[in-house]
């Protein structure tokens, strides 16, 4: 089974860690990284897809993919 999350966070070192924390559990980077003007919180976010590749599962709709 193929997963695939969005991460995404403020334009900060705790986005830089959630996206390392991902990588180090396995999760791959999935095409290039977003960063657009969050008008409502006049801030900078950042955004970046990761996949990973699970044997043995099969897909649910209840899945907690962080847990992967």
Request: with cysteine.
């Amino acid at each position: 089974m193929r997963l695939y999350r969005f991460l995404t966070g403020p334009d900060d070192s705790s986005f830089c860690h959630k996206v390392t924390a991902a990588l180090n559990k396995g999760w791959i980077l999935q095409g290039s990284p977003t960063y657009a003007y969050d008008a409502g919180t006049k801030t900078m976010r950042c955004g970046q897809a990761v996949c990973k590749e699970i044997d043995g599962l099969e897909y649910t709709p209840d899945m907690k993919l962080g847990d992967y």
